[in-house]
């Protein structure tokens, strides 16, 4: 089973509202990424957990919190964000063997509108 | 720095030929390769990956993929295209370090004409 869930799988927000995304894994694995991926564009790193330790930050604004509560889950909370922000969010996994031969599997993705 | 290039960004082919998506990537030593697939509005699924041996690689749906260390190529491969197979097609490189990056390319969008 490579599944990694995310929910909501849309979600529409005002720019003065808090809200969070989340995300699933049960294949014990222990890197857990975000990514922002505009239309028509790839996928941009946001953050890296590892060993529910935050281990990449790639200079995302504040607006954007993430959080892992265990290794299964990951968070990202939403505060006070702009129109540009509206984006699919993926989450992806991996083992974090250390062995450096990384497979990161993807979530479906929540398609986030800010208005 | 490391970098992926597709140079195709679309690609239109009949349903039944035959596909090859092409990536080239810039990087000094072996890198960790892979190709996934997104459908509209979908997350990523992966297809295939290379990390050692074998340089032609095998993956779901029928697709393959052959790395070619002297042309610094990935490219992507199947026989005979199925409509279901349009989508984007994104090539990535993963240099092995322990920072666990993905760097993608541009990605190809692949139309199947009946």
């Known amino acids: 089973d490579t599944e990694v869930t995310q929910t909501p799988k849309h979600l529409v927000m005002g720019m003065t509202n808090k809200k969070s995304l989340k995300c699933e894994q049960h294949m014990g694995h222990r890197a857990m990424y975000w990514y922002k991926q505009k239309a028509k564009k790839p996928p941009e790193l946001m953050f890296v957990?590892?060993?529910?330790?935050?281990?990449i930050n790639e200079s995302v604004p504040s607006r954007f919190s993430p959080e892992c509560p265990n290794s299964s889950l990951l968070n990202l909370h939403l505060h006070a964000l702009q129109p540009e922000d509206s984006a699919l969010y993926l989450c992806?996994?991996?083992?974090?063997?250390?062995?450096?031969?990384?497979?990161?599997?993807f979530g479906p993705g929540t398609r986030l509108l800010v208005l | 720095a490391q970098s992926v290039t597709q140079p195709d960004i679309h690609i239109t082919v009949s349903e039944g030929a035959s596909l090859e998506l092409r990536c080239n990537y810039s990087?000094?030593?072996?890198?960790?390769l892979f190709w996934y697939v997104q459908s509209p509005g979908q997350g990523l699924q992966l297809l295939l990956k290379?990390?050692?041996?074998?340089?032609l690689v095998q993956g779901i749906k029928g697709f393959e993929a052959e790395f070619k260390r002297s042309q610094s190529s990935f490219n992507l491969r199947k026989p005979s295209v199925h409509w279901s197979d349009a989508a984007e097609y994104f090539c990535a490189v993963d240099h092995g370090g322990a920072t666990n990056k993905l760097i993608f390319g541009t990605g190809t969008l692949l139309a199947v004409q009946p």
């Open positions: 990087y000094g030593a072996t890198p960790y």
């Open positions: 957990y590892s060993y529910e330790k935050l281990s």
């Open positions: 290379y990390f050692s041996g074998d340089t």
């Open positions: 992806a996994s991996s083992q974090d063997s250390r062995d450096g031969q990384e497979t990161q599997y």
